[in-house]
């Protein structure tokens, strides 16, 4: 028998992060035909696969079209194997709704299976020029779940704002209104089920991240507000968090992004000083309830502070 002390620290070691079951990676029916598999709001972690991101799929009668890559080779695998417990119709386009790591990265595993990768040119000049980065921070969290991952961008970017494809009887309109998250993000929508996805546009449950040098806090407004016009019934899947409506992502997302150029943008056009504006926006109980507030909200104001102070 093993001392009790070695009991006691196995224990303690199995309900450590380190042996954490991995998350089982699922799609979930969001009306007929399209799936949602919505991912943890949490951070990269190896038993999420990197995949704290939301995902799509589209089954028509002539194979099924995957939303966002995954993060990795591994991530792609996981991705397929969900798809394929749902359909039988193997992933022959994947849409690119973005260009952060689990938007694309996982482009490569399909591609090798001959899936036709589909992204905006916009969207992919953005990959490019993440892409060497992503892979370096990726492979410092994810380790041997990297192996085979490529920086595989679509053969074909497509040089339009607007682009409909349509697959055995199914049509789906990719869509860019203005660089949010990063330049080049994109919705896709599909119009027999009214549902948009929404990439990185629209987060909900958690707070949105305003990335310095990326994100473009007032134009990803006014994407949020063109799209929540474009598709006012549509049910959303976000980019992050829980598949809801548009009056949901006013109030986690719109809403958030008008205080941040309302009362922020402005506070750093009339020269306020930036601690007092940091100190105004730290209670907010419109949007405290929202995961990673407490450390992404500060950043996102003294981002959007700066932003605006130097001109943007
Ligand atoms: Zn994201």
């Known amino acids: ?17 380190v042996f954490a079951a991995p998350i089982n990676v699922k799609f979930d029916k969001v009306a007929d035909n399209v799936y949602a598999f919505v991912g943890p709001t949490d951070d990269r972690t190896l038993d999420n696969f990197g995949l704290n991101s939301n995902h799509g799929l589209i089954v028509t009668d002539k194979g099924a079209i995957l939303i966002d890559a995954g993060a990795s080779y591994t991530a792609a695998k996981q991705l ?45 000049d953005t990959q490019k020029k993440l892409a060497k980065g992503q892979i370096e921070s990726l492979t410092k969290t994810l380790g041997d779940q990297m192996k085979g991952t490529e920086a595989v961008t679509a053969a074909k970017p497509i ?20 660089d949010a998250h990063f330049p080049g993000d994109v919705t896709v929508y599909v119009p027999k089920a009214n549902v948009v996805f929404t990439g990185d546009h629209v987060y909900l449950d958690r707070m949105i991240g305003i990335h310095p040098g990326w994100s473009n806090p007032k134009t990803w407004r006014s994407a949020v507000h ?45 020269m306020d000083s930036i601690d007092e504006v ?35």
Do not use: C
Request: positive net charge; glycine residues 6%.
């Open 226 to 270: 063109e799209l929540m016009k474009a598709y006012p019934t549509a049910k959303v899947v976000p980019g992050h968090g829980r598949v809801a409506d548009m009056a949901m992502a006013k109030k986690e997302t719109a809403d958030y992004l008008d205080y941040l150029n309302d009362v922020v943008g402005k506070a750093a056009l009339d």
């Open 159 to 178: 040089a339009a704002d607007i682009h409909s494809l349509t697959i055995g009887a199914s049509e789906v309109k990719v869509r860019y209104f203005a």
């Open 80 to 124: 397929e194997k969900a798809a394929a417990q749902v359909t039988k119709q193997p992933i022959v386009a994947v849409i690119n709704t973005g260009s952060q790591d689990h938007r694309w990265l996982g482009n490569g595993y399909f591609a090798g299976k001959g899936a036709e990768i589909i992204a905006l040119q916009r969207t992919v």
């Open 1 to 17: 028998m093993k001392p009790l002390w070695l009991l006691t620290a196995m224990a303690g070691l199995l309900s450590s992060s």
């Open 278 to 312: 940091s100190a105004k926006a730290k209670d907010l109980a419109q949007f405290k309830h929202l995961k990673h507030y407490d450390s992404w909200n500060p950043r996102n104001v003294n981002t959007t502070f700066l932003f605006y102070e130097q001109g943007n």
